[in-house]
């Protein structure tokens, strides 16, 4: 399976509902999501899967709906984001020895993938964790997240427990943080606020800064 495939149609479910999608709103993105950012990053965001209105319509990552906003702005914050808000594909914003994927690359019906489909989805994963640099940290947005990254590793989820700030040894030297998920519902009940989302990424600063560094090539 390649890093990416923009016409995937794997899932039938996916599939379907995306046809409907298209038909609904025809002027929407209604396609697999590509992942956005720098190609070999630092820093690896793993999302659940598009939303309806935000990276579904827009064809980026957490871009046009209320869960890029807290995401965007702390990217900015901690200098991986060239500006604090992701507005559309074409708006020039860059991203710094970062890159965000998402779990699932089509949008769900009910935004709920179904197991299969995020196995399904894993091996485009799988590619994606395969190509990043031994000292790269990888954040989980999520359970979900958490346990396609896993799946992807063939690591057993029993030794890996999910929970908002937990950090888990990977093979290669590679960590995984995990969070909640920065989605209306988890700001609104402030299950997940700025403050505990600012201090998960100052974790992935001081794991990034601790990790030893290669020697550049002399030119």
Known sequence: MSAFDPDCAQCPR?????VGVRREYPDYHARPVAPFGAVRPRLLIVGLAPGLHGANRSGRPFTGDHAGILLYATLHRFGYASRPESVARDDGLKL???RITNAVKCLPPQNKPTPAEVRGCNGYLRQELAALPPDAVVLALGAIAHQAV????DLRQADHRFAHGAVHA???GRR???SYHCSRYNTQ???LTEPMFHRVFARIETLLNAAPRKPSKPA
């Open 150 to 153: 896993l799946r992807a590793l």
């Open 14 to 18: 996916l599939a379907r509902h995306l």
């Open 96 to 98: 710094r020895q970062c």
């Open 176 to 178: 995984l943080v995990d």
């Open 189 to 191: 009940t402030r299950r």
């Open 170 to 172: 990977l093979p290669g």
